[in-house]
Each structure stands twice: as structure tokens, then as C-alpha cells.
């Protein structure tokens, strides 16, 4: 099964980096699930939870308030 | 009596020695600090100028009144600066460049951070749209956040051309370069020159290449003109974020380099006044005995 490279960073700090199976994001109009090689996006995120399967099937969650996600090359880029 | 007040100009400068040498050991510490910082935020506001650049590359640009060029208006200035001085040139240095703007005949307006930003727009008669003292080492995102607020707000209105900030960019502790930068309208251009500037010259974090990915078609959800509604204040905040800790990690780092100046001045000042005042006391010494030979052979003969 194709990874994806997941980043998620703040400003002071860096959240998450590393590979991850899929995430699903809280976009504007709705929940948004992203796998390996999504086509390239770019969304505005709202206030909610991002929740990160792993590999290992192993499950992890961050909250965030605002964000934006970028997805070019097989690599997802989430500020928030 | 010389001897005497030889000997309290000693004492005096030994004390303002330790004073300066404590201070150095505090910017010292601050410093290392401040710089973590910066670097910290430096990968995250690469990301975001990336998506940018990438997000006018693509598909119609930036379509949004923030990106439209101005023909003409006011500059509204984001001055950065510290809240305290003995901190070497950094202060100066920035207030010069803002010196150098309006002379060139700008007409600015200036929204400063820091104690002596705000105390240059008052001594130079410029008008202060806003002013934020006492900003905290570890800023705060929610205080930049209303500083971008205010900056956006402001720029809404037809009245000014372009809004820029200007700080100190940190290089090296040695070495620290006032920056203009404009922040409104929105210019690719200007961004990809900012990007290039976020990178130390040396040290750990300077190696990280700055690629600019080749300009993909995006999907933009929902649409390009949403997307850029949240990503402009975002950015906003995040290049006032980042002026800020560059501005800190620059004052830290010149007021060490000052602080360690004046203290290696004082260790040279005590030791040519201990000279002076050793000098003057064997003068001192000298006289007396050659006043007491003389009574003696005077007595004897």
C-alpha cells in the first residue's frame, strides 16, 4: 500500500512529520478524507479534529482551530 | 587628593563592569533562546510562502483585492524594533532605513512594535496608527494575530498603497542587516525574495534547501478566492510573527556583543587607571622619603 508524506507544523512548533496511510481533515464544507497520490489541492481548514491512520493501524489526533492543507507530489502539507 | 579619586574611579568602573558582564550573561542566555525560536518557525513559514507562490503560479493567480496593485496612497510602515536600548546599532540601524524612506518622499504612516519605534514617530513627527510595547520573548500568536488584524483592517481602506515592515534580520550574532519587506498588496515576487532571506548563513538550519516546487494545477476547494480569504491573514500574521523573532534574536544577540564590548573596555580601563593610581602613590611614597632624608641630614649636620 502507497504511503503519503504527512507535515503538520505550527508556527513554534513541528506537530507531525512522517508517513502515514491517510487523513481525514475538517475542510469547509465538510470532512475530507486524503489517501496516497490525491491530486493536488489546495482547502481552507476549519475548527475540528485531524485524524491521522497510520501504517501500523495505529490512530492519532490533533485539534486545531484554522488551518490551510497543500497536497502536491504525494506530499500533504497542513499549517494550522 | 588624586590618590583618592583614582582610587573610587577604579571602584566605579569595576562596578559597571560586573553590571555590563551580568547583562551579557543574560543576552546570552536570551539569545540562545531567541534564536531556537526563530529557527523553529522558520520551516513553517516556508510551507506557507510555498502554497503561496505555488497558489499564484497556478490557474488565475491571485485574484483578491489584498494582491491588486495601488496606483497610488499612503505607506503604511510596520516598524519593528526593541523595547530597550544598550543593544548596540540594531535600533538605529532600522531607524535609519525608515529615515531613508521618507526623505525618498513617501508619505508614511507608521504602526510600531516596540518602545523605540514608538518613541522615533513621536521625535520625528510621524503618525502613529497603532503601537505595541512590552512584547514578550515567547510572542504570542494570539498578540500577532490582532497586530495582523489591525494591519489588514487598516489596508482595507482605500487610503494606503502598500503596506511594508521593516525589521532586523538576523544572519549570524555577528551580523544583523535591516529588511524592508512588503507585506500588502501580495506580490509572488516579493515572497519568493523573502523566502530566499529565510535561511541562516550558517549553523544547523542553514542547509535546508528552499525549492520551489514546479507550479502544479491545483484543485483549489473551494474556490481560489476562498482559499485566499484565509490564507491572507494567515500569511499576514505569519510574516509579522516572523519579524518579530528575528527582531528579538537580533537584539539579543547585539546587546550580548555590546555588553561584552563595554566589559572587555572596563577590564582595560581598570587596568591603565590602576597604573595611574600606583604611579601616584609611589610618587606619594617618594616624596615623603626624600622629605624625611632631608630633616635627617639637616638635623645631623
Given at each position: 500500500?502507497?504511503?503519503?508524506?504527512?507535515?503538520?507544523?505550527?508556527?513554534?512548533l513541528?506537530v507531525?512529520?512522517?508517513?502515514v496511510?491517510?487523513?481525514?481533515v475538517?475542510?469547509?464544507?465538510?470532512e475530507?478524507?486524503?489517501?496516497?497520490?490525491?491530486?493536488?489541492?489546495?482547502?481552507?481548514?476549519?475548527?475540528?479534529?485531524?485524524?491521522?491512520?497510520?501504517?501500523?493501524?495505529e490512530?492519532?489526533?490533533?485539534?486545531?482551530?484554522?488551518g490551510?492543507?497543500?497536497?502536491?507530489?504525494?506530499?500533504?502539507t497542513i499549517?494550522? | 587628593?588624586a590618590?583618592?579619586?583614582?582610587k573610587?574611579k577604579i571602584?566605579?568602573?569595576?562596578k559597571?563592569?560586573?553590571?555590563?558582564?551580568?547583562?551579557?550573561a543574560?543576552?546570552?542566555?536570551k539569545?540562545?533562546?531567541?534564536?531556537?525560536r526563530?529557527?523553529?518557525?522558520?520551516?513553517y513559514?516556508?510551507s506557507?510562502?510555498?502554497?503561496?507562490s505555488r497558489?499564484?503560479?497556478?490557474?488565475d493567480?491571485?485574484?483578491?483585492?489584498f494582491?491588486?496593485?495601488?496606483?497610488?496612497?499612503?505607506?503604511?510602515?510596520?516598524?519593528?524594533?526593541?523595547?530597550?536600548?544598550?543593544?548596540?546599532?540594531?535600533?538605529?540601524?532600522?531607524?535609519?532605513?525608515?529615515?531613508?524612506?521618507?526623505?525618498?518622499?513617501?508619505?508614511?504612516e507608521?504602526?510600531?512594535?516596540?518602545?523605540?519605534?514608538?518613541?522615533?514617530?513621536?521625535r520625528e513627527?510621524?503618525?502613529l496608527?497603532?503601537d505595541?510595547?512590552?512584547?514578550?520573548?515567547?510572542?504570542?500568536?494570539v498578540?500577532?494575530?490582532?497586530?495582523a488584524?489591525?494591519?489588514?483592517?487598516?489596508y482595507?481602506?482605500?487610503?494606503?498603497q502598500?503596506v511594508?515592515?521593516?525589521?532586523?534580520?538576523?544572519?549570524?550574532?555577528?551580523?544583523?542587516v535591516?529588511?524592508?519587506?512588503?507585506?500588502?498588496?501580495?506580490n509572488?515576487?516579493?515572497?519568493?525574495?523573502?523566502?530566499?532571506?529565510?535561511?541562516?548563513?550558517?549553523?544547523?538550519?542553514?542547509?535546508?534547501?528552499?525549492?520551489v516546487?514546479?507550479?502544479?494545477d491545483?484543485?483549489?476547494?473551494?474556490?481560489?478566492?476562498e482559499?485566499?480569504n484565509?490564507l491572507?491573514?494567515?500569511?499576514?500574521?505569519?510574516?509579522?510573527?516572523h519579524?518579530?523573532?528575528?527582531?528579538?534574536?537580533?537584539?539579543?544577540?547585539?546587546?550580548?556583543?555590546?555588553?561584552?564590548?563595554?566589559?572587555d573596555k572596563?577590564k582595560e580601563?581598570?587596568?591603565?587607571?590602576t597604573i595611574?593610581?600606583?604611579k601616584?602613590?609611589q610618587?606619594a611614597?617618594?616624596?615623603?622619603v626624600s622629605?624625611?632624608?632631608?630633616?635627617?641630614?639637616?638635623?645631623?649636620?
Amino acid at each position: 500500500m502507497k504511503l503519503l508524506n504527512l507535515t503538520i507544523s505550527r508556527v513554534d512548533l513541528p506537530v507531525f512529520d512522517g508517513e502515514v496511510a491517510s487523513v481525514t481533515v475538517p475542510g469547509m464544507s465538510g470532512e475530507m478524507t486524503i489517501l496516497a497520490n490525491h491530486t493536488s489541492i489546495i482547502s481552507p481548514l476549519k475548527g475540528g479534529t485531524i485524524l491521522i491512520k497510520k501504517e501500523n493501524g495505529e490512530d492519532e489526533s490533533v485539534s486545531i482551530t484554522s488551518g490551510t492543507l497543500e497536497m502536491s507530489d504525494n506530499h500533504a502539507t497542513i499549517l494550522i | 587628593m588624586a590618590l583618592k579619586q583614582v582610587k573610587n574611579k577604579i571602584i566605579a568602573t569595576k562596578k559597571t563592569g560586573q553590571v555590563t558582564k551580568a547583562m551579557e550573561a543574560v543576552s546570552a542566555v536570551k539569545m540562545r533562546k531567541s534564536q531556537e525560536r526563530a529557527f523553529v518557525g522558520r520551516p513553517y513559514v516556508r510551507s506557507a510562502l510555498n502554497i503561496l507562490s505555488r497558489l499564484s503560479a497556478s490557474q488565475d493567480g491571485l485574484s483578491h483585492p489584498f494582491a491588486e496593485v495601488r496606483p497610488e496612497g499612503k505607506h503604511l510602515l510596520v516598524m519593528v524594533t526593541s523595547d530597550k536600548g544598550l543593544a548596540g546599532s540594531v535600533n538605529s540601524a532600522v531607524q535609519k532605513r525608515v529615515d531613508e524612506i521618507i526623505a525618498a518622499g513617501d508619505s508614511v504612516e507608521i504602526l510600531a512594535i516596540g518602545r523605540k519605534a514608538v518613541e522615533y514617530a513621536v521625535r520625528e513627527n510621524v503618525t502613529l496608527v497603532g503601537d505595541y510595547i512590552n512584547v514578550a520573548d515567547g510572542v504570542s500568536l494570539v498578540e500577532v494575530t490582532s497586530m495582523a488584524d489591525k494591519v489588514l483592517s487598516l489596508y482595507e481602506s482605500p487610503k494606503y498603497q502598500k503596506v511594508s515592515i521593516i525589521y532586523q534580520n538576523f544572519l549570524s550574532t555577528f551580523e544583523q542587516v535591516p529588511t524592508l519587506r512588503t507585506v500588502l498588496p501580495l506580490n509572488p515576487d516579493e515572497i519568493k525574495l523573502m523566502m530566499d532571506g529565510i535561511k541562516p548563513k550558517s549553523g544547523k538550519w542553514s542547509e535546508i534547501e528552499n525549492s520551489v516546487g514546479t507550479p502544479t494545477d491545483y484543485l483549489v476547494e473551494p474556490s481560489s478566492e476562498e482559499v485566499l480569504n484565509t490564507l491572507i491573514p494567515q500569511l499576514v500574521a505569519i510574516i509579522i510573527y516572523h519579524a518579530l523573532l528575528e527582531s528579538k534574536a537580533s537584539e539579543h544577540s547585539a546587546r550580548m556583543v555590546a555588553m561584552k564590548n563595554a566589559t572587555d573596555k572596563s577590564k582595560e580601563l581598570i587596568k591603565s587607571l590602576t597604573i595611574k593610581y600606583n604611579k601616584a602613590r609611589q610618587a606619594a611614597i617618594t616624596a615623603e622619603v626624600s622629605e624625611i632624608t632631608a630633616g635627617v641630614e639637616a638635623m645631623g649636620s
